[in-house]
């Protein structure tokens, strides 16, 4: 049988891909992602298995009557002929193993858009490192720890030209385990460390960067002066003249004075036909992309929980404030902290260029294609009080027309405004999305019965 690589969610195999399906949510999805300076400030436990964090894809080895396959966590298969799969066949049938697919580099480290490539060249130079049993055909990785499971897999899996079991080593104190990240991964360059604890616990260790990011939006609270301040920051890189959202810093340092980024910011405000809520609710302010600011980071994500590409919206400025347009494959930064304004940078010198993570991100050409146009299907507002003291709240229900065409979209989207002058947060808002109308119609009747009480006026 010839090399064969299919395509996203393809593998057909119910049992099989549903074990995958409870490992990557139990195990693969829950490890805590820890910058190096971190280290003894996040992991408690004394005692840890590690091992060298191989810069790949997250595929599942599966054994059954037809031979070996390669599974992807999107539902990708490899099968046929491939040195990789003949490494493999020799397992017992209904063997399922977790492994790093990876380019091997003996100059250093690996990189993981090299695995796409060589998937699209045949498999050519593709290697699989092995570092967990998800099963042996009768227990599961819920039946055993990690460190019987382990020596299950070095017992049965022989290391081979393409296939074998990544290295660990047991480590006992936080110093040897500083000591070991700093001679391995820092003096050679690679990505990280692996830890699992004693207590369960999983952690990928990784060498902080940072990030210069322009800011294009913030939220609020109240300061324990009672002034406003800023809550978290949305942040985006430059391409061209158009800006790619690449997450959020909910965490602030303690040299950044968020009242006055809260004054600086709050001038800079821009209407957005783009909207962004916070966990807590809030939609972020957009402001003009003038700021920017060095973002510390414990890791760049390009994959969502699922293996697909991370879809990050692309937006335009211009007189008229923010301009959507079609999501691009691009990143997320993890465990963002915005560290201090860059007074020294400007948007329009390249200060937050999308090149600074295109080491491990994809080439990105955004697209200028606009989406298509929402459309309100709901809107009431009422007021209450007089004079120069009128109250307003606003509800608006509006259909996307853009989750058919890009998934990160909900179909409907319901938007409360609260506007009272006299609070210390005179704007709040809420935003809930909602996947059909009735959905969305009944949440807005939910909102105006929570809101909506005696004294209330509704307007046209």
């Not at 809260?262 to 909207?275: D, F, I, M, V």
Request: aromatic letters at 6%; glycine letters at 6%; charged letters at 25%.
């Amino acid at each position: 049988m010839s090399y064969k690589l299919t395509g996203v969610e393809t593998y057909s195999n119910v049992e099989t891909r549903s074990l995958i399906n409870q490992y990557r949510t139990v195990v693969a999805t829950r490890y805590q992602p820890c910058g190096h300076t971190e280290i003894r400030d996040v992991i408690r436990s004394s005692s840890f298995i590690v091992s060298r964090k191989i810069d790949g894809e997250l595929w599942f080895a599966a054994i059954d009557a037809d031979g070996a396959k390669l599974i992807a966590a999107n539902g990708r298969t490899l099968t046929g002929s491939h040195p990789i799969l003949d490494e493999l066949k020799s397992l017992p049938i209904n063997t399922v193993l977790a492994g790093e697919l990876h380019v091997p580099n003996h100059d250093g480290r690996e990189r993981v858009g090299d695995v796409s490539r060589a998937l699209s060249k045949k498999g050519e130079g593709l290697a699989f490192a092995v570092f967990d049993l998800v099963t042996d055909g009768e227990t599961t990785f819920y039946d055993s720890p990690y460190v019987s499971r382990l020596e299950h897999i070095k017992q049965s899996v022989l290391a081979g030209p393409t296939v074998h079991v990544i290295p660990t080593e047991l480590l006992s104190g936080i110093s040897d385990l500083e000591i070991r990240f700093n001679e391995e991964i820092i003096a050679n360059g690679y990505e990280g460390l692996v830890v699992r604890s004693e207590d369960g616990r999983g952690y990928k260790i990784k060498t902080e960067r940072s990030v210069d990011a322009v800011i294009l939006g913030f939220t609020e609270r109240e300061g324990t002066n009672e002034a406003l301040e800023v809550r978290s920051l949305l942040l985006g890189l430059t391409q061209d003249d158009q800006f790619i959202l690449v997450g959020v810093a909910g965490n602030i340092a303690v040299d950044v004075n968020r009242a006055e980024l809260h004054a600086l910011l709050k001038a800079l405000t821009t209407p957005s036909e783009y909207r962004h809520a916070a966990s807590t609710g809030q939609v972020y302010q957009m402001v003009k992309p003038q700021i920017i600011v060095e973002a510390k980071v414990v890791d760049i994500q390009v994959t969502d929980s699922k293996g697909l590409a991370m879809k990050q919206p692309v937006l335009s400025h211009s007189n008229s404030g923010y301009q959507a347009h079609k999501p691009v494959a691009a990143v997320t930064l993890i465990n963002a902290t915005a560290i201090r304004v860059r007074d020294d940078k400007q948007v329009e010198s390249d200060g937050a260029s999308w090149r600074q993570v295109e080491d491990v991100a994809p080439v990105v050409a955004p697209s200028s294609q606009n989406l298509v146009a929402s459309e309100v299907i709901r809107r009431q507002v009422w007021t209450k009080g007089s004079g120069d003291k009128v109250d307003v709240r606003k509800l608006v229900v509006w259909k996307t027309n853009k989750s058919e065409s890009d998934p990160s979209f909900p179909a409907f989207v319901v938007h409360w405004t609260d506007y009272s002058k006299g609070r210390k947060s005179p704007l709040d808002r809420e935003v809930k999305p909602a996947p059909t109308e009735k959905s969305a119609l009944a949440l807005a009747d939910k909102m105006i019965e929570e809101n909506i009480k005696k004294g209330w006026a509704e307007v046209t």
